[in-house]
């Protein structure tokens, strides 16, 4: 007999509400959930698919644990077992570092991959962390950190009240939206023109999201931060600046402005491809404009300047007074945040404060390059021990990551390695121990880090839709047991990490006084968390501490988990707020216009300004039915248009002798792949397009679908020496290759 269930879809960051038909224990048919706070039914081809997500065949239902150098199905037991025989010699031996972690993107997705993965690093000490973040918005975090004192600052779009939209580098319509969850972003921006507002691409491919603006510019790839600069000048150059209410809590207005000085539209023209007539143009419309928001993302992140476009799209938002208010960018308050603190002076936002081994690559926000995970791990020095034991949690850097070539030599070479992952693809088919979690209808989910990113302050939690299947072991006790087993409390209660975290955050929250619970008892406060279970509990805590929170009974008509479960479809808190000058975490207690490592950065921009391509540059492309190499096993979401082929200009594919549909050789620095073309306008003269995750040939793994359609690993055309340097973000797009027609 059918049922029905709800779920927040966790395929990508839009996080919309699914209402899911379950037969027995397996998910057949999803739709959007109507009532769903946020999403209002809203659903896409991944969130339609998730049926045939959970019950993809290739997942793994137990764990897998290497003997005689093959993997073979063990007993939880015994994989533990395997983790603590594997991990704890390499500390005792060679000290912390030596063991490496590295986070994938799904993590994000999952309330285990939120919850867990800080703790290991806490308990492990390790400072070899690398995540799918360099490979994607750490220069979105560095600037925030600069600008704001805080790596997690990060303001987005107000979609539903702007007039004017400026996107630079993002294409919504095939993402869903990035470091700015908002469920139908289409329908968002198509409301957007239909209030008269105006939308503008910059974007060197004519992508879906372009085909709706009302101007497209086709950038040259790479060149952002001087487009995004030059406009910054012409705001200063024709008095259009104008801080507003935001003037009292800015500084460095007038240095900025000196710093700016060479970068006229006239100057940056060349090294852009765009007339000096449209940059001027661009920056006049958003100033002219009632309200207006920038916003930037993987296009104008993954490129030799990606920390500086990143912090000059806050830039232009601050000099038209449009941060921090409605219609503008605004900063998000998520349930689950920390109690704010009062306004006033932090600690601010440190770079560099341990490098890298081999490279040199300085940490940010704890972390180090994934480019050079690698070198890391095969490359030996006087400065410590290489990276001798790996735990990678949801992650597949052979695919995502630069040179995958030489970092699939690396992981054979390792001492050991454990791999979180529902699947044996081509990174954890290398390990000795693959922990599989269960699908995503047999866990709960509540969206940590995406609800600090949301268009609209809600909150939603769904419990499993469907029980856990005998054999399996929930994610969360996974990692608690992982956490045990690899830092020396192999065989303890998993239970025990999660009160770990409630005795200890509790014990700070009391001590507070700026908490609702300061000077309370932290043994009566633990006794009155409800829920099934630790993270259960976990959850209610951080609900009834955070901003809208019961405060344990503080405001009682504030959130807790029993209060949330009682609303199964979310609870809306209402339109993003002006927030200044609370979340500012600076040492100054301001925004901080002209951080140093920005103006220090800046003459390397300059010299950009003579640079021009050769011949042809590389860049990514995303689809809608895909998210990055994760979700390529599922014969849906395959096929069509989501297809790893080479996009080329008609002009450039004559010149080169590239019929469409041919197969083409590209080569670049770090290696050659071959994939076919597919002539098509829609990218600009001068660039090639090959989309991300592809790559799914190598031996060993058990992909079966993903095997049929293999693709090509556009990263190994990189070999991880271009990296934007403020950041360590591996540059992926603007990135030369040359192009062979195969005969």
């Known amino acids: 007999m059918s049922r029905t269930a709800l779920r927040i879809c966790p395929l990508c960051e839009a996080t919309c509400g699914l209402t899911l038909t379950v037969d027995g224990t397996r998910v057949t048919a999803a739709r959007g959930d109507r009532e769903d706070v946020f999403s209002r039914g809203f659903i896409c081809p991944k969130g339609a698919s998730f049926g045939a997500v959970d019950s993809d065949p290739d997942r793994l239902r137990t764990p ?13 037991e015994e994989a533990f077992d395997a983790v603590a025989a594997g991990i704890r010699p390499v500390v005792e031996r060679y000290g912390p570092h030596a063991v490496g972690v590295v986070l994938g993107n799904p993590n994000v997705h999952t309330v285990a991959g939120a919850l867990y993965p800080p703790v290991l690093l806490g308990a492990l000490g390790t400072r070899s962390l690398f995540t799918a973040s360099t490979v994607d918005q750490m220069p979105k975090h560095v600037s925030s950190g600069l600008l704001y004192g805080d790596a997690n600052a990060i303001p987005v779009p107000d979609l539903d009240r702007t007039d004017h939209l400026l996107l630079i580098g993002a294409n919504p319509l095939e993402s869903n939206g990035s470091l700015c969850t908002a469920p139908d972003f289409p329908g968002r921006l198509k409301a957007l023109k239909a209030r008269g507002g105006t939308l503008t691409v910059i974007d060197p491919r004519r992508t879906r999201t372009a085909r709706l603006a009302d101007r497209h510019v086709a950038i040259r790839p790479g060149a952002d931060a001087l487009l995004l600069a030059a406009m910054a000048h012409v705001l200063f150059e024709e008095d259009l600046a104008a801080l507003g209410a935001l003037a009292p809590h800015v500084e460095g207005v007038g240095e900025l402005a000196a710093a700016l000085g060479d970068f006229t539209p006239e100057a940056v023209a060349g090294a852009c491809d765009v007339d000096a007539a449209t940059i001027r143009a661009l920056a006049r419309e958003l100033a002219a404009a009632p309200t207006a928001a920038v916003y930037g993302r993987i296009g104008s992140c993954t490129v030799p300047h990606g920390t500086l476009a990143s912090w000059l799209v806050d830039v232009l938002n601050i000099l038209t007074g449009n ?22 002076p932090g600690r601010g936002f440190a770079l560099g404060r341990w490098r890298s081994r081999v490279s040199g690559h300085p940490e940010a926000k704890g972390e180090l390059p994934l480019s050079a995970l690698a ?39 390792l001492d050991f390695m454990v791999s979180v992952d529902p699947y044996l693809n081509e990174t954890s088919r290398h390990a000795h121990v693959v922990l599989p979690p269960p699908p995503p209808a047999q866990s709960p989910h509540h ?8 268009v609209r302050n809600q ?19 996974i990692m608690a047991r992982l956490i045990l087993a690899a830092t020396g ?52 805590m951080m609900l009834r501490l955070g901003p809208y929170g019961d405060g344990f009974g503080a405001r009682p008509d504030g959130l807790s988990l029993r209060l949330l479960l009682a609303h199964p479809h979310g609870i809306d808190l209402g339109p993003l707020r002006p927030r200044l000058p ?10 901080e216009l002209l951080p140093e490592p920005i103006a220090g950065d800046l003459p390397r921009l300059r010299a950009a300004l003579d640079r021009r391509p050769d011949g042809l540059v590389l860049v990514g492309r995303r689809h809608l039915r895909s998210n990055n190499s994760w979700m390529h096993n599922i014969p849906a979401l395959t096929g069509g248009s989501n297809r790893c082929t080479l996009h080329i200009h008609p002009a450039d594919a004559e010149r080169l002798g590239v019929r469409d549909g041919a197969a083409v050789r590209v080569k670049g620095a770090g290696g050659e792949v071959t994939a076919p073309a597919e002539v098509t306008d829609t990218v600009r003269p001068g660039v090639v397009s090959l989309p991300h995750g592809w790559g799914h040939d190598r031996p060993g793994t058990r992909l079966t679908h993903a ?29 030369p290759v040359v192009l062979t027609p195969v005969t």
């Open 64 to 76: 897998l644990v290497r003997r005689d150098g093959e993997l073979r199905e063990a007993t939880w």
């Open 323 to 344: 941060l921090d208010r409605p219609g503008g960018a605004l900063f998000p308050q998520a349930a689950t945040d920390k109690t704010p603190r009062p306004a006033g």
């Open 375 to 413: 070198e890391e791990i095969d490359t030996a020095t006087d400065e410590g021990e290489p990276v001798r034991a790996l735990v990678a949690v949801a992650a597949n850097p052979v695919l995502s990551a630069p040179d995958g070539d030489r970092l699939d030599k690396a992981l054979d070479s």
């Open 447 to 454: 969206d940590f880090a995406f609800n600090t990113l949301a």
């Open 459 to 477: 909150v939603r939690y769904t419990r499993p839709a469907v029980p856990l299947e005998p054999g399996r072991m929930a994610e969360t006790e």
């Open 489 to 540: 409390m192999h065989g303890a209660d998993p239970a025990a990490v999660d009160a770990m975290v409630v005795e200890q955050t509790l014990g700070k929250a009391v001590q507070d006084p700026h908490s609702p619970v300061h000077g309370r008892d932290p043994r009566e406060l633990a006794a009155q968390l409800t829920g099934d279970n630790g993270p259960e509990r976990r959850l209610d």
């Open 582 to 591: 609370q979340p500012l975490k600076t040492r100054s207690g301001k925004v």
């Open 707 to 735: 095997a049929t359609v293999p693709g090509a690993n556009v990263n190994q055309l990189l070999d991880g020496s271009l990296l934007d340097p403020l950041s360590g973000n591996a540059v992926l797009n603007g990135v």
